[in-house]
């Protein structure tokens, strides 16, 4: 019993030599290793480390890459175009010395003052450009100026500021209505252009295409003309020759051809037996 009890003092005195002598840091922290207030050491290194008890104390900090989301303010573009802007910070502590002598190692206070200065730089620059500038590929510049001076200006708390970027930029909805009015009203006129163009367009290809068809009607009527013409001579060779050959029947057939086309079916004519154009009906003439 009393060897279990020693073994386990034994072990309780290891444990708080290890608490009191050690202290571990990971590959994710940097230590910070102060005495009486003053940083008397700084340990990067993963592993076991020695410290004074009762006078020294530890500080851990993130050695890791942070993200900030900065709250979303409003700008006043170069054009007078109030904008939503939305963005965020990359950082990690750069000089953990630094870092705690100036905001006593506390990422809340870090965080305020990534703040206070990228919004500053943001609000400055910003203001001197124009919306349509802002929203386009030229944004990508603009921040690489901010987080360049941004960074410079950091420097001196321990903060490294890595990159700052703009997750959204939106226009305030007191605005949004505004603008959907002002772009649906150029979409209108522009439909308004695009159909009168096509209007114009339409009338050019009627105009073309009845001037076409006159053109075409005109040429059929020439040639059907001119083969009536040719028709009209052909027939009258024809009677001529048929003149020629049978001067009597062919007096007959010619007012056979005039009492079918002037005499109409069941119609009533009332004319003397002695008119020569009723010659074939009287039978003293057929003689």
């Known amino acids: 019993m009393k060897k279990i009890i020693t073994f386990l003092i ?26 009486f207030g003053e940083v008397v050491k700084v340990a990067k290194e993963p592993g076991l480390h020695t410290k004074i008890p009762f006078v020294q104390s530890v500080v851990y900090l993130e050695d890791r890459i942070l993200s900030y ?36 190692g506390q990422r809340s206070l870090a965080q305020t003052r990534i703040d206070d200065i990228v919004y500053s730089n943001l609000r400055n620059k910003l203001a001197s450009e124009t919306f349509n500038d802002i929203v386009s590929e030229k944004r990508v510049g603009y ?3 901010i987080t360049k001076e941004s960074s410079n200006k950091l420097t001196e708390y321990g903060v490294q500021l890595i990159d ?7 226009l305030p909805e007191e605005n949004e209505e505004a603008v959907y009015d002002r772009m649906s009203s150029g979409r209108e006129e522009k439909a308004k252009e ?26 059929a009527e020439k040639k059907a003309q001119g083969l009536r013409g040719e028709g009209d001579a052909q027939a009258l060779q024809i ?3 048929a003149y020629s050959q049978d001067v009597e029947f062919y007096q007959f057939w010619r007012s056979l051809e005039s009492y079918k086309n002037s005499l109409e079916e069941k119609s009533t004519v009332i004319l003397s037996e002695d008119m020569e154009y009723l010659k074939y009906f009287n039978p003293k003439n057929t003689n």
């Open 164 to 170: 700052v970027k703009i997750k959204r930029a939106d």
């Open 239 to 241: 009677y001529s020759d």
């Open 143 to 145: 921040l690489d100026e």
């Open 10 to 35: 034994i072990v309780l005195l290891i444990g708080l030599a290890y608490n009191f002598f050690f202290f571990p840091v990971d590959e994710t922290k940097t230590a910070v290793v102060k005495q």
């Open 69 to 104: 989301d900065i709250q979303p303010r409003k700008l006043i573009t170069s054009d007078k175009k109030h904008l939503l802007v939305n963005n965020y910070a990359l950082w990690k502590i750069g000089d953990p010395l630094k870092f705690v002598q100036s905001m006593s």
């Open 194 to 219: 695009i159909r009168a163009e096509g209007k114009k367009e339409s009338e050019i290809i009627k105009a073309e295409a009845e001037k076409e068809a006159k053109i075409i009607v005109a040429q």
